[in-house]
């Protein structure tokens, strides 16, 4: 199976100044597992692969174009970051899952699907009625289910994930695991790379491979 996304010698220098510098390689279908202690830069990376940090130096690839021949926009939608506070704007939850698609890049790839919308509530365990809620009243876990559900919408390749079981329980993280390990093989082009902290997460999710994050001084030599 040919390789689906790739990062070579992606490097950034932290606030603390110290240095990731990372490669790694996902198949379709595969899910990566980054690891590491606080302030290693996980949480970084997957920023620095959604383009929302810029890099010093390295090389993305997408089923073997690299990620300069895509404008930020398209790379957001095909590369998409979940953070682990999702962030919702006044309105319900209907018009937070809507908003993506008032963008005109959006606009031009897919468009909003109530339907669709509503199996993908099932699939998370999510009340159909939560949509008509005020979005910043919802709980924490309800935030983030709601918060994948947008981002699922517009039909990503890759989705990074920041500890998206944080705010759940054992039972609902366990339903969005389970989620997660369907979507990622129900088409050919998909794959996820994931940040937790809970070794059960890992446990449960099929097809992984782990990514153990250790950032260095600039003292420190490269191969």
């Known amino acids: 199976m040919p390789d689906l996304f790739a990062f070579k010698q992606l490097q950034r220098t ?8 990372e490669s790694a390689v996902l198949k379709a279908g595969h899910i990566l597992a980054l690891m590491g202690p ?15 940090l810029p890099t ?19 790379w957001r939608m095909k590369i998409h970051y979940c ?21 005109k890049q959006i606009q031009q790839s897919c468009s909003f699907d109530l339907v669709h919308t ?33 981002s699922l919408l517009i039909k990503p390749m890759v989705l ?8 759940l329980d054992g039972d609902s993280a366990a339903w969005m695991l389970n989620f997660l390990n369907r979507w990622v093989r129900a088409e050919n082009e998909r794959a996820i790379i994931i940040v937790s902290h809970n070794a059960k997460d890992l446990k449960a999710i099929n ?8 950032s260095h001084s600039e003292d420190d030599q490269y191969e």
């Open 160 to 167: 990074l994930l920041d500890e998206p079981t944080a705010h």
């Open 38 to 52: 606080s302030g290693s830069g996980k949480s970084t990376l997957l920023k620095m692969l959604a383009r929302l």
């Open 118 to 150: 509503y199996t993908l509530l099932d699939e998370l365990g999510l009340s159909r009625s939560i949509i008509e809620q005020e979005a910043r009243t919802l709980s924490g876990g309800e935030a983030s289910r709601l918060a994948l559900i947008r």
């Open 83 to 103: 953070p682990q506070q999702p962030v919702f704007f006044p309105g319900s939850g209907l018009d937070n899952l809507q908003m993506p698609f008032t963008l």
């Open 56 to 74: 010093e130096s390295g090389e993305v690839f997408l089923s073997g174009s690299s990620w300069t021949e895509y404008s930020p926009q398209e």
């Open 14 to 21: 932290l606030d603390n100044s110290r240095i990731i510098k």
């Open 207 to 214: 097809n992984t491979s782990r990514l153990y994050l250790v």
